[in-house]
């Protein structure tokens, strides 16, 4: 199969033309891509409440002479991203291991009450100001949470440029509110003694590390530990210590999904997507 009959492809090239109904039948096949062979066009239509005629609109949009070519399509893809994850991990994927068994170990470290105490409060004072810092890869992990919670339409300012504006920032946060500090070691100074400074001044503090026991934590409301590649590296295989990072950053941006102004972060998250694309 050409990359350039490659079904997901297609589907990413047309994404800004596709209709509500068409994106619930993408979903669907997303969600059933290694039984669509055995999905009849009818079944498909039924499952999604649409017409044939939606189908087929879908099927001409993306390129595909009729509904036999496109299921066609779809298997041989199927196919095809089986033979090369064979040809170049083997059976098993060694990557795919570690992902996953960095996934378990964070899912068993994270204290998911806590996350999900944490979401009520800025649920509940989602005026306040969140200021979010670390230093390194650290610091490229509060920049992601940032740019994603800002997204959602919560106030949330990064300060990563040096050591002083993350110090200076500290000293003057107020009660009302939250510093969400990254330091996987635990004992980043200017991180630390952000958190001292803000503590002294009874702002929220949050801390992501991968220390169970540090001094860092000792100024924290909320302590989230997570698990760096770093703790079980492997002589193969390096993964970066953002995977984890990040892995955690999506968890409260999933959990805000859930809460109880969903639909708030939900619309604000679609009126930045419409202005990002339209200059893209």
């Known amino acids: 199969m050409l990359i350039n009959d490659n079904f997901w492809l297609r589907v990413s090239k047309e994404q800004n033309n596709f209709t509500k109904k068409e994106k619930n039948i993408i979903n669907y096949i997303n969600k059933n891509s290694q039984k669509m062979d055995s999905i009849t066009i009818s079944a498909l239509a039924k499952d999604n409440a649409v017409g044939y005629s939606v189908v087929y609109n879908l099927i001409k949009k993306l390129g595909f002479k009729g509904y036999r070519e496109f299921i066609i399509s779809l298997a041989a893809q199927e196919t095809t991203f089986k033979a090369l994850n064979r040809e170049f991990f083997g059976d098993r994927s060694v990557l795919k291991d570690h ?8 899912d068993s470290t994270i204290n998911y009450c806590d996350l999900q105490e944490f979401i009520n409060w800025l ?3 989602s005026k306040a100001c969140l200021y979010i810092a670390g230093v390194g890869n650290s610091g490229l992990g509060a920049e992601d949470l940032a740019n994603k919670l800002y997204r959602f339409g919560l106030r949330s300012i990064c300060l990563n440029k040096d050591d ?19 330091s996987l070691s635990g004992k980043t100074a200017a991180i630390v003694e952000a958190a001292r400074l803000a503590k002294r001044n009874n702002a929220k503090i949050i801390v992501v590390t991968s220390q169970d026991k540090s001094e860092i934590s000792t100024y924290a409301d909320w302590t989230f530990n997570i698990v760096s590649s770093g703790l079980y590296e492997a002589q193969e295989i390096f993964i970066s210590p ?11 941006t999933t959990y805000l999904l859930k809460s109880k102004n969903r639909d708030l972060y939900l619309e604000n998250r679609i009126k930045t997507n419409k202005v990002i694309k339209k200059f893209n």
Do not use: Q
């Open 123 to 125: 649920d509940d004072n």
């Open 242 to 252: 953002l995977f984890a990072i990040t892995y955690f950053n999506d968890l409260i």
């Open 99 to 106: 992902y996953k068994k960095l996934i378990d170990l964070n």
């Open 164 to 182: 002083d504006s993350i110090l200076m920032h500290a000293s003057l946060i107020k009660a009302e509110d939250v510093l969400i500090l990254f």
